[in-house]
């Protein structure tokens, strides 16, 4: 070995020790030079975003399981028995299978992990380009950037967690089929290798347009109300603490009204399958709105807005919090 080499790998070792020690003797300090790496800053966005989005899905998944089964209860018929959060739960326990409410939390958690990862994530970034952009002006922006950011972040990931989406409502609405008919997923991986083998891989991406729609109508309400209603209440008497809360619950509320008539729709999609003919319900997003409104009414897409707004608000809670706060310690 030349001498230019070992003095290359003693000056290796040496630094190597000496990055080290300082880690051992200032920890703090060592963190803080790691989250500040321009790689780790860029990428830390999208995963607070993916953690708090996660941690508010094992919370929230009993009432996202309800939903689903609101949503196609009395599917294709006007009239006959409205089912209610209530009933769905107790007939869910009746059968002595309280863990069907976890029903689909395993895809809940991969579509989390994509989903909110790249939409809290891909938020975060804009506004942070967008604020820099306004700053060089000597401006401020305003709700146009924030529902711009929100919509475009929305779409974009919504795009990539369409699979996992899918997977999450064909394993919750299993159940309602009958026992011949089920296809019994193991899990979410075993729904998404099955899924393209049976029906093409393009199927992993049904529904995909209402998806992105209500995607980006979910995001213009929760992301765009909450950043507004967050610098609106910065000047008050309210604690951090209060201010976040009470923007997350205005946010779930917009996020809610904007977002359910497509979720409605999204979630008829995903879970058609094809009749022994070959066809489907329903050819598409439009196809599925027209035939909703003239077989069972306009007032369904709101079906069970009261079981969606106690999922989105909590969930919207539990994400922008944990965000926030995963923000505030990784500054």
Known sequence: MSDRAMTSAKDGISSGTGAIKTAT????????????MPTVRAALPFVNGGLAGMTATAVIQPVDM????????????????KPTPISVTR?????????????????????????????????????????????????????????????????????????????????????????????????VVDALIRIPRNEGVLALWSGCF????????????????????????????????????TASAVAGFFASFFSLPFDFVKTRLQKQTRNADGTLPYKGMFDAFRKVAKDEGLLRFYRGFTTYYVRIAPHAMVTLIVADYLGFVTK
């Open 25 to 36: 003797e200032n920890p703090a300090q060592t963190t803080t030079d790691f989250l500040h």
């Open 66 to 81: 309800i939903k689903v089964r609101l949503q196609l209860a009395g599917e294709g018929v006007k009239t006959g028995p």
């Open 91 to 187: 007939e869910v326990l009746a059968a002595g299978k309280v863990l069907d409410l976890y029903t689909g939390l395993s895809a809940g958690l991969l579509r989390q992990a994509v989903y909110t990862t790249a939409r809290i994530g891909f938020f975060d970034t804009f506004m942070k380009g967008l604020t820099t952009a306004a700053e060089a002006r000597d401006a401020r922006i305003g709700f146009k950037e924030r529902a711009a950011a929100g919509l475009t972040a929305g779409g974009l990931a919504a795009m990539l967690g369409n699979p996992a989406d899918l997977a999450l409502i064909r394993m919750q609405s299993d159940g309602l089929k009958p026992v011949a008919q089920r296809a019994n997923y193991k899990s």
């Open 210 to 245: 209402p998806t992105v729609v209500r995607a980006m109508a979910l995001n213009f309400g929760q992301l765009a109300f909450f950043s507004e209603a967050k610098t609106r209440l910065k000047d008050t008497s309210l604690s951090s603490r209060t201010q976040t809360l």
